[in-house]
């Protein structure tokens, strides 16, 4: 275990939330998306900063990941 593999947990995290906004579509207000997904992102880095133990902190950064990719790809969508 080592940074690669913390590297890969933030790719899958980001993997499985651009799959998780596609199949959303417009079922979801993306306001609450930007709200919730932002707001998920700082709790994700912040649980990451303080883990002491690797399987947390490969949680924190999957669900980092994940919530970036909905955050970034919800902006990107609004400013076109």
């Known amino acids: 275990p080592g940074l690669g593999t913390l590297m890969a947990a933030t790719g899958l995290g980001a993997l499985v939330g651009g799959v998780a906004l596609a199949t959303m579509g417009d079922r979801v207000p993306r306001g609450r998306i930007l ?3 932002g707001i998920a992102f ?3 880095v912040l649980a990451f900063s ?3 133990s690797f399987p947390v902190a490969l949680a924190a950064l999957a669900m980092a990941g ?3 990719v909905l955050h970034n790809s919800t902006v990107n969508a609004l400013l076109q």
């Open 66 to 68: 994940f919530t970036l």
């Open 50 to 52: 303080v883990a002491r």
């Open 35 to 37: 709200a919730v997904s």
């Open 42 to 44: 700082c709790a994700c």
